[in-house]
């Protein structure tokens, strides 16, 4: 292919396949290449399909919370606390307020460890390789917190249906304060480090720009359409919880660059420590689970559940038929909608830049294959 | 016989709809009066069933119409009631703010609807995974290419007379 | 030539091969623990006291390693193309003086010499990616053609500066003229156009896209294992000690310290290897604290700013030298030229004055939630 004065030129295919140091999981990305630039990109998914959503109808209603914990497994406690909402709608269950207030203080710990993890990725897909470092550093912390309260770093099981497994500790509160100090200093350090750099400014501004329309019609959500401008946040449309009782705010960007896509999630975590502080203050003494039968038997009927995972929009529709387990659960991923659009974002971008743009969107391979 | 006596007393999960679900249960009957839905409501969602062929176009005129102005496809996906497939849509509107559900039902044993792609780019991969787990083809999609499974994968996993292959050592 | 002189040439030639893989095996132990300091972590402490023999390790591991090669590999190229990378690497070491009168041969054109010879090694890494018959090779080998090939100018533009400061190709000459002051404190653009562009002549951060680790896995060296490695590896770190170590001699006056006299008895080899391993702990700590430039982010650094840097930088040199204007007039030109290039580079970016921030804080009303 050349026109009069160009050179002959072929279109070389990339296959940046499963196993590649940036695709953020088992996920293969087969670009053609023209020299530098991307001219078309076929995404492959499905490495990790496991099935869940089918297993999800041979489990009682109290297995499931552990298959939802292993779907986005960066954000556990989100997913937990989805179904378990999901469940309590449909059966019509109260579930206490303290037990409330401790499911916001661990989601929206979880939100902070999550944004973390996207933070050190972010840095090495753009070259950098310190803040991982610190990321992981204060991520160390906030897992060992996890394990003090839940038992476990990852994979808690600990939001259950009615509220959750067992009581905090008894200086929660206290070591929480410190814990939330130190990631704040944590934080501003990285936040120094990268976000204004001029070469991390020159990889990310301007790059894997999308307009709130395309967004939109994609089916985006979280910080990916936040950055277009579009203010949606499922804790200030439809306050689940006791978020209502929270003065926090959203980040929105501007330009719907990556750069945006980055920042707002470093603010996000600020935001997160913001109502935990709150959250810390406002906790009421009580119970900590609605005692519920081992085996639920919900009602007929089907509901559609909204939450806010650390990577954007996730819900879950569930379909009852009074059984012991559900007759069909199906899970709406934000990774799975977000990857959708990477051949819009791709279109005419240098290789290097797919890296930092499929970062930008920040997805777990966990809920897009399921 | 204790099985059919739980099944007559299968308790309904109560019916909740907020403000903004009344005025929609009021307002759809009315725009969507051509195609003859059953509009209803379960727990807190207003559910409307159509008939398959005329799922396009009714999402046309939901994305269009400005009471409506369904602009975002929250989720697709197919339900396998064993006589017939329902294929569900949750449709949600970012501007003003409330969600319904659209079914439509197809017969097992040569499901087909027309895709909703053009009105929503999003639906593309809820539509390829509805094909690759449950066999439901959806005339019009630009790529129906496997998502989740693998060229040449037999059987419908999705289906609830999907045989689970016997465990076997490698 | 005698044989006593020959013995003495091929002693020396041994001793310095000596001494390098030495400096390289200690290089390798600062980097990962300087590097693991700046990240909270102490670096490698298993491998004897303080991490000490880890180097000797590494090199026994990378000797023992099975050697992978594919089948559509060209076999001759790939054996050659880490000795065309290496053997370029090792002569230029010939010419450098490390302190008065310890040098192999003192060439009257030094700098001449070193920088043609550097040039040497691009054949080398392009080589490397075409013979490995690998995408991600080919990619990298790109990458590594035009980046290295567009760095060499500023680089060769820097060095003359100093060439015209010092009125010598020799580097022993260029050493002792900077008694008086150092040419880092008289031309400060050239200190920093010659490190930058020396950076980017090494391939590493923040110009480290060809062997970029996240995105072509390793570039031209991505199937290269084991011993061949190894080369590569060596080649790499003794540019990188060449590098500092011509900072230095340029820029940085060398072996000379006020008041020590500098040569094979005094302490001149010290204050020499000082010197330069202060200058590699900066080039290490770059490394550790930016990300990497995308290619033709690269690409336009070095030819709308470097070169023509460089080029301005000549141009002041030659004026202060017609003109007989004293010393300082140099510096401030230069510290001036160096201000504005920053300043205009930050203002660019929305960092300076003020960085800008297209994130803000969304709060909405309490009437716009919908529950009920």
Not at chain 1, 235 to 249: A, I, L, M, Q, W
Not at chain 1, 251 to 273: C, T
Not at chain 2, 42 to 71: G, H
Request: net charge negative; aromatic share 10%.
């Amino acid at each position: 292919m050349s026109t009069e004065g160009q050179l002959d030129t072929i279109q070389m295919m990339v296959n940046m396949g499963p196993q590649h140091p940036s695709t953020h999981g088992v996920f293969r990305m087969v670009l053609w290449v023209d020299g530098e630039r991307v001219v078309d990109l076929e995404p492959h998914i499905g490495y990790l399909h496991r099935g869940s959503e089918k297993l999800c109808e041979g489990e009682l209603y109290a297995q499931i919370v552990t298959l939802f914990d292993r779907l986005d497994y960066i954000s556990n406690l989100n997913n937990e606390m989805l179904f378990c909402r999901a469940v309590e709608k449909l059966m019509g269950l109260e579930v206490p307020e303290r037990a409330e207030y401790i499911r916001v203080i661990l989601c929206e710990l979880n939100r902070v460890a999550s944004h973390l993890l996207f933070f050190g990725t972010f840095g090495i897909d753009a070259g950098a390789m310190t803040p991982i470092m610190y990321a992981f550093r204060d991520r160390e912390k906030i897992q060992t917190m996890f394990e003090a309260v839940t038992g476990a770093r990852m994979m808690h099981n600990f939001i259950r249906i009615g509220g959750v497994k067992s009581d905090v500790p008894e200086d929660f509160g206290q070591r929480m304060r410190v814990l939330l100090r130190e990631i704040r200093q944590g934080i501003d350090e990285t936040d120094r480090l990268l976000s204004f750099s001029e070469i991390f400014l020159a990889r990310t501004k301007g790059i894997g720009v999308i307009d709130a329309e395309t967004a939109i019609t994609y089916g985006m959500s979280g910080p990916v359409l936040r950055a277009c401008g579009v203010p949606m946040d499922v804790r200030k449309d439809e306050p689940y919880s006791v978020y209502d009782r929270f003065d926090f705010g959203i980040p929105i960007g501007e330009k719907g660059d990556s750069w945006d896509r980055y920042y707002i999630r470093v603010e996000e975590m600020r935001q997160s420590m913001r109502i935990i502080e709150q959250a810390l203050e406002q906790i009421p003494d009580g119970p900590t689970i609605t005692p519920t039968r081992l085996v639920l038997r919900p009602p007929q009927g089907e509901v559609y559940v909204r939450g806010e995972n650390p990577r954007g929009e996730i819900g879950v529709y569930l379909v009852s038929n009074g059984a012991d387990r559900p007759y069909r659960v199906k899970v709406r991923p934000p990774s799975f909608c977000n990857l959708m659009a990477l051949k819009e974002l791709l279109k005419d971008t240098y290789v290097a830049d797919a890296v930092v743009i499929l970062g930008s969107l920040d997805i777990v391979l966990g809920e897009v294959d399921r | 016989m204790a099985e059919r006596h739980r099944q007559e007393e299968t308790p309904q999960a109560p019916v909740a709809l907020d403000d903004r679900g009344h005025a929609l249960e009021l307002l759809l009957p009315e725009v969507l009066a051509e195609f003859q839905p059953e509009v209803g409501a379960v727990v807190d969602l207003v559910v409307a069933i159509v008939k398959p062929q005329d799922v396009p176009a009714i999402c046309k005129l939901a994305k269009e119409d400005p009471r409506l102005s369904f602009d975002y496809l929250m989720c697709l996906c197919v339900v396998d009631y064993v006589e017939h497939l329902q294929v569900v849509y949750h449709l949600y509107s970012t501007t003003m703010k409330h969600m319904m559900v659209l079914k439509a039902n197809v017969s097992p044993e040569k499901p087909s609807l027309p895709s909703v792609t053009s009105m929503w780019a999003g639906a593309d991969w809820y539509e390829r995974e509805s094909h690759d787990l449950f066999g439901v083809a959806f005339e019009g999609h630009p790529n129906m290419a496997p998502l989740l499974l693998y060229e040449g994968f037999e059987g419908y996993p999705g289906r609830r007379d999907y045989e689970m292959p016997e465990y076997r050592e490698w | 030539m005698s044989a006593v002189e020959t013995l003495l040439l091929v002693s020396a030639i041994l001793g310095l091969l000596t001494g390098l893989s030495v400096v390289v095996l200690s290089l390798t132990w600062l980097e990962r623990k300087f590097l693991g300091r700046i990240q909270m972590r102490i670096g490698p402490m298993r491998v004897g006291p303080f991490g000490l023999l880890q180097p000797v390790a590494d090199a026994v591991k990378l000797m023992a390693k099975e050697d992978l090669l594919s089948s559509w590999v060209d076999r001759v190229v790939y054996w050659v193309a880490p000795l065309v990378v290496f053997v370029p690497t090792f002569m230029i070491w010939v010419t450098i003086p490390i302190t008065r009168d310890l040098v192999i041969r003192n060439l009257d054109m030094g700098l001449f010499y070193i920088i043609a010879l550097s040039v040497l090694s691009i054949v080398g890494l392009v080589t490397a990616g075409w013979a490995s018959s690998n995408k991600y090779a080919v990619l990298g080998g790109f990458r590594a053609a035009a980046q290295l090939i567009s760095y060499e100018i500023p680089l060769i533009l820097a060095v003359l500066g100093v060439a015209m400061l010092a009125q010598s190709l020799n580097l022993e000459n260029v050493v002792n003229s900077q008694g008086a002051f150092s040419y880092a404190l008289i031309q400060p653009l050239g200190l920093v156009i010659f490190f930058v562009a020396g950076l980017a002549e090494l391939g590493r951060t923040p110009f480290d896209i060809h062997p970029a680790e996240s995105e072509v896995v390793g570039g031209p060296f991505v199937e290269y294992s084991g011993a061949h490695w190894a080369v590569f590896f060596l080649a790499e770190y003794i540019n990188t000690f060449a590098i500092a170590a011509l900072t230095v001699l340029l820029f940085f006056g060398g072996w000379l310290f006020p008041g020590l006299p500098g040569d094979v008895s005094g302490l001149g080899v010290l204050v020499f290897l000082i010197k330069t391993y202060l200058v590699i702990l900066v080039i290490f700590w770059v490394r550790g604290t930016y990300p990497r430039l995308r290619i033709d982010q690269l690409m336009s650094l070095g030819w709308k700013v470097l070169v023509p840097l460089a080029f301005v930088n000549v141009v002041i040199t030659s004026v202060y030298l017609f003109y007989g204007w004293p010393a300082w007039s140099l510096s401030l030109m230069s510290l001036a030229i160096l201000g504005t290039a920053v300043w205009e580079i930050s203002r660019r970016m929305r960092t300076a004055p003020t960085p800008e921030y297209t994130v803000r804080l969304y709060v909405p009303s309490s009437e716009a939630s919908s529950a009920g």
